[in-house]
């Protein structure tokens, strides 16, 4: 099993930045991918960025692309997502992600974690 552990939500002003934190734990030994996802109230989870572990990969939302950019940090087995000039459609909660292998999907989730911009 592997858990999962966001922090770094709350509350920006639009224009503002906020870094979120991903934390892995368990077992860590078998990870190809963590991701973000966020879901705004009444709307569907969508996905948000995604590094890949072992290859100098990314992947991004049409509606981060050049805001936000997703990090990791192979030897903590934390991902980072690095949010910057917010905007109020950006308010949802975030959870990160973790796929063990490719082609499996995501197979572990995080709890959430709040993420509000006021305008």
């Known amino acids: 099993q592997v858990q999962l552990v966001e922090s770094g939500g709350g509350l920006v002003q639009a224009g503002g930045s906020l870094k979120l934190s991903c934390a892995a734990s368990g077992r860590t030994f078998s990870i190809h991918a963590m991701g973000w996802f966020r879901q705004a109230p009444g709307k569907e989870r969508m996905f948000v960025a995604q590094v890949d572990w072992s290859a100098p990969n990314t992947y991004y939302a049409d509606s981060v692309k050049g805001r936000f950019t997703i990090s990791r940090d192979n030897a903590k087995n934390t991902a980072y997502l690095q949010m910057n000039n917010m905007k109020p459609e950006d308010t949802a909660v975030y959870y990160c992600?973790?796929?063990?292998?490719?082609?499996?999907?995501?197979?572990?989730w995080g709890q959430g974690t709040q993420v509000i911009v006021s305008s």
């Open positions: 992600a973790l796929s063990s292998r490719p082609g499996s999907g995501y197979d572990y």
